[in-house]
């Protein structure tokens, strides 16, 4: 029997080039563009182990979810206590930040994460059962530039990587007076309905009505393109909060659509939610997207401070490059590919090798003689920019034969340039 990997997961692997998504030099691209971003807008890294206490994801992401109620992959360590592979980073940030006494060290905090997380969903392109999410949250303010500079943010990742046909989909859900307001005025609309509404909906009119919004189901969407809608119910205060935000984006020239039913349905999220879509996709849309909590680092039994912080899905942002034939620029690879010819010189370019990885300089070395045209075709194949060959000859002559691969020039070098001329080449490259 062979082993196959479980359902919803993937590989990263360096090749075949079959799926190029999946490729990790696309990944590695992907990441250097996103700590650039992080170290430009000053956000700094924090890392969280990927499975934590069950009650944590319960509570840190509400139980009414489908993330923490169905999604959640449990399992008793050997001592009985419940744990869960994290399905998203913010609850694991909350609770490292109390736990670490962070709050004590500056006023604002400017965090991000890059990981795995896992969530038991039906898998399907762009959906899986492990997936990995570039995540930030700041913590410490309710100003609302910091809504702007977190949505900014996001937006200017996916400028960096060229992506287009993108929507900033945006709303306010207010503060606590604003959305109980609001949750009454929505039952009295819905409840009439409730017939017609989806089991899901028919529970969550009980649990959260607010998340009846986000509904998946035809008949339900129906139904709420008539309902009342948040931005109406919000008290004054929450009103210029978001109408002062909506202004400095636009100041910004960023553009956005204001978006009733996007809503978080968790009593922790207040005022700003939005999220970042692909227009040109239909299914598994949404690349990024975020909000405000400023209740749930005190829901967590941690200080009394706001945040707001996103989330982006790493596989749907390369799964957009490729798709959109965006060029991804080629990181590192290999430099130079060293060729010995006979018996005498395997020993100087093994030698040699090692001090040009000394020196920085990517070099991969042929370990038997091979005939000069098969070893020219394996530097080939690892994409080496030079090959640098030895023979009797060279050793003889204290001379070797550089070969830039692309041009396919030739020139000699003597021994004790070689070092000397081969990093300056590198590293001016
Ligand atoms: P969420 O925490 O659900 O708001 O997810 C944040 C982002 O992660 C989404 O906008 C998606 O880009 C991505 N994402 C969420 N769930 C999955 C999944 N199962 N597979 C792949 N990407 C996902």
Redesign the pocket.
């Known amino acids: 029997m062979t082993f196959q990997i479980p359902k919803g997961l993937f590989d990263i692997i360096p090749y075949p080039e079959t799926e190029a998504w999946k490729l990790s030099k696309n990944w590695q691209y992907v990441e250097s563009v996103i700590k650039k971003l992080c170290l430009d807008y000053n956000y700094l890294e924090i890392r969280t182990p990927i499975f934590e206490k069950t009650d944590l994801f319960l509570r840190g992401v509400g139980e009414s979810s489908d993330i923490a109620s169905k999604e959640l992959y449990t399992f008793e360590d050997k001592a009985k206590r419940l744990m869960s592979l994290r399905p ?1 980073g913010t609850a694991c940030v909350m609770r490292a930040f109390i736990e670490n006494k962070m709050a004590f060290d500056r006023k604002i905090h400017k965090l991000y994460y890059i990981g795995p997380m896992f ?1 038991y ?1 039906r898998p399907q392109k ?3 059962r492990q ?1 990995h ?1 570039f995540g930030i949250e700041c913590i410490g303010s309710n100003n609302y530039k910091y809504d702007a500079e977190v949505i900014d943010m996001l937006l200017s990742l996916f400028n960096r990587l060229k992506i287009k046909n993108l929507k900033l989909l945006i709303n306010s859900i207010g503060d606590f007076e604003s959305r109980e307001n609001y949750k009454n005025a929505l039952l009295k609309f819905l409840k009439p309905k409730e017939n017609l509404l989806s089991q899901d909906s028919k529970d969550r009119l009980i649990k959260n009505p607010l998340r009846i919004l986000d509904s998946k189901d035809k008949s339900d969407q129906e139904i709420i393109k008539e309902a009342p809608v948040i931005l109406d119910f919000l008290t004054k205060e929450a009103k210029d909060r978001f109408n002062s935000l909506l202004s400095l984006l636009d100041d910004l020239k960023i553009k956005y659509k204001i978006d009733h039913k996007l809503v978080r349905g968790l009593d922790y999220y207040d005022d700003t939610v939005f999220e970042i879509i692909r227009d040109d996709l239909g299914a598994q849309n ?4 975020g909000g405000r909590y400023n209740k749930l680092l005190k829901s967590l039994k941690g200080e009394d401070l706001p945040g707001i912080g996103f ?3 790493i ?2 942002v390369i799964q957009t490059l490729i798709d959109q034939e965006i060029e991804i620029n080629q990181l590192d690879s290999l430099f130079l590919y060293i060729i010995p010819l006979t018996d005498k010189s395997l020993e100087y370019t093994f030698k040699l090798t090692k001090e040009l990885r000394d020196h920085l300089v990517p070099t991969e070395v042929e370990k038997d003689i091979t005939k000069l045209p098969k070893a020219l075709s394996n530097a080939s194949k690892l994409k080496a920019q030079y090959a640098l060959i030895i023979g009797d000859d060279e050793i003889n002559n204290k001379k070797a034969l550089l070969k830039n691969l692309a041009t396919r020039e030739q020139k000699t070098i003597s021994f004790d340039k070689l070092k000397i001329f081969l990093n300056d080449l590198y590293h001016k490259i």
């Open positions: 998203e969530r969903d762009g959906r899986y997936h999410q949404s690349l990024g997207g989330a982006c899905g596989e749907r």
